[in-house]
Structures are given as structure tokens and as C-alpha cells.
């Protein structure tokens, strides 16, 4: 199993930006999918999941702001992230978790600065 993360980038304070991350290989299709991110000096912490059955989580930090969504047919996941803020610059990790079974993608970075 491989996960491709795309998007990322830098926005302003108070922008959008969204992130994607496409899984392949064989995957067993109960499997909750999830955005994780790690800012500098920090460790890594839960942004939001989703599950097959499309039931969603949210870390209390970005609750309201951030939209988590998946494409079940294409394996993929989705982070719409709105109202963006300084500390929400980090890098964003999609993950995958099957069974027992975790999988990480590369990581891709969020920057949110004027």
C-alpha cells in the first residue's frame, strides 16, 4: 500500500487551502483514512479521520475550519482547510489505517504566513 499526498503550499493568514493523498494497492475496503500533521519542534498529532461509512473526526483545533472527505471508489482523502492560521503551519501527513495495519505518506507542507 503507497499514499500519495498533493497540495500544500503557502497561504495567508485566513486563507484556504486544500490537501489530497491517493492510496494504492490492495486495500480492504473498511478503513478509516486521516490527516495527522507535525509542526517544528512538535510532535505529530491528529488532524482529522474519516471512516469507509464516511464518519468524521476532528482535533478541537480545527473543528469548524477544516473539512475532511473521502473518495472511496478512488481511495482518496481530502482536507479542506479554511480560516487558516499561523499555527496551523506544519507538515501534513495523510494516513491509512487497515485492521492492524498503518500506513504514513510522504508529508506535505503547510505554510501560513503573510
Known amino acids: 500500500v503507497q499514499l500519495q499526498a498533493s497540495g500544500g503550499g503557502l497561504v495567508q493568514p485566513g486563507g484556504s487551502l486544500s490537501v489530497s493523498c491517493a492510496a494504492s494497492?490492495?486495500?480492504?475496503?473498511?478503513?478509516?483514512m486521516g490527516w495527522y500533521r507535525q509542526a517544528p519542534g512538535k510532535q505529530r498529532e491528529l488532524v482529522a479521520t474519516?471512516?469507509?461509512?464516511?464518519?468524521?473526526n476532528y482535533a478541537d483545533s480545527v473543528k469548524g475550519r477544516f473539512t475532511i472527505s473521502r473518495d472511496n471508489v478512488k481511495n482518496t482523502v481530502y482536507l479542506q482547510m479554511s480560516s487558516l492560521k499561523p499555527d496551523d503551519t506544519a507538515v501534513y501527513y495523510c494516513?491509512?489505517?487497515?485492521?492492524?495495519?498503518?500506513?504514513w505518506g510522504q508529508g506535505t507542507l503547510v505554510t501560513v504566513s503573510s
Open positions: 494497492g490492495k486495500i480492504f475496503r473498511l478503513n478509516v
Open positions: 494516513n491509512l489505517r487497515v485492521l492492524k495495519n498503518v500506513y
Open positions: 474519516v471512516t469507509s461509512y464516511g464518519s468524521t
